[in-house]
């Protein structure tokens, strides 16, 4: 687990615990258990490195760390994400729950954010800690990746949003230090750039082949929005939550565990059952993410929503591409002389 904070990843993974724990202690009670779980219980390790990918050094650094302990990776899952909010549009919220509810407690546009915040790195904050941080990350333990045995291969898995848009993209502010929808920005551009890196590895001969997928959660209840509305309009979003799951939303996931289906299959799932999902068959045409969704009743799946307007950004998300590892390139470049700096240092 890469958490930038420890003391929160800590109870994290006492909660993953405790939630197997209960699980297999469900499973002891089926006639004929073959005991599999409890061996998977007693050789598990749940590791913490701590991580910020709003500070690229801390990205170097846990490469080195983990590239020193591990002898490969099998699967990265770009989980992390901010959003700068301020405040709430009212006017523009109720405007909204009057002429589309459904959609209003789905993709809400009356989020205000903060413009121009730039990270210690001198980046856009928001895109460093949504994105570039990650690509940075995967390029840094990419050798980890290919090690991985080849019946396992290696995958990233990218966190997408169903609130990604191409609404606001702009490829002059491609880091997105002025706009005023850096998140909707950033998980559209997770979508442009994961789906070029995986066209990118298909034409990779194995076994030197990294696939990218990219998933996104659906409409789970987090703490993000806490600051603004406060604990009571908090509780009265959430029951609006569960009334669009029961009216017939698909993808009000809710809860973490829920929210969380998409990125489970991704990483365990076979390549070739993944592959089924995007065929003719499926009357899928262009590039797809793996949403978490859940039936009315609250019990969780995964589906399919397609990357919006893919054929009028796919030139500019390769551009995208190519911008990004430059930028990694040249801050991988600083980072080996400041180390080379430091190692000499401790030689004088």
């Known amino acids: 687990m890469a958490c930038r904070s420890v003391k929160r990843a800590e109870v994290a993974r006492t909660k993953l615990l405790d939630l197997l724990d209960a699980y297999i202690s469900k499973l002891q009670r089926i006639h004929n258990y073959d005991g599999h779980a409890h061996t998977f219980r007693k050789n598990l390790v749940i590791d913490i490195v701590s991580l910020d990918l709003a500070m690229l050094g801390t990205v170097f650094k846990f490469a080195n760390e983990i590239s020193a302990k591990y002898p490969y990776i099998s699967r990265l899952i770009c989980n992390a994400g901010v959003a700068s909010f301020s405040k709430m549009d009212w006017s523009a919220c109720i405007r909204q729950m009057l002429k589309e509810p459904m959609n209003a407690v789905t993709a809400p546009a009356f989020y205000l954010q903060n413009e121009g ?8 904050w928001v895109w460093q800690s949504n994105l570039f941080g990650h690509y940075v990350l995967y390029r840094s333990i990419e050798h980890l990746l290919l090690a991985s ?20 993209f702009d490829p002059d502010d491609w880091q997105l230090k002025s706009s005023a929808h850096s998140y909707e920005c950033t998980k559209y551009q997770i979508d442009l750039i994961s789906t070029h ?48 799951r029961f009216f017939g939303s698909p993808h009000h996931t809710i809860v973490p565990f829920k929210a969380a289906v998409g990125a489970v299959h991704l990483s365990l799932a076979s390549l070739a059952f993944i592959t089924l999902f995007d065929s003719p068959e499926k009357n899928i045409s262009r590039p797809v993410k793996f949403g978490a ?20 950004h796919q030139a500019e998300g390769e551009v995208l591409v190519g911008k990004i590892e430059a930028l990694y390139q040249k801050f991988k470049d600083e980072e080996q002389v400041t180390m080379n700096f430091e190692t000499a240092s401790e030689h004088m």
């Open 293 to 312: 969704e859940t039936d009315s009743w609250g019990t969780e799946r995964v589906g399919l929503v397609e990357v919006k307007e893919w054929e009028a």
């Open 197 to 244: 890196l995986d066209r990118r590895a298909l034409q990779t001969p194995l076994p030197r082949r990294i696939r990218h997928f990219v998933t996104e959660p659906g409409v789970c209840s987090t703490n993000v929005a806490n600051a603004l509305v406060g604990p009571l309009l908090d509780f009265c979003k959430l029951i609006t939550f569960y009334l669009a």
């Open 117 to 124: 915040e730039i990270s210690i790195d001198g980046l856009g």
């Open 149 to 168: 045995p080849p019946s396992i291969g290696g995958r990233v898995v990218w966190m997408s949003s169903l609130e990604a848009s191409p609404a606001f």
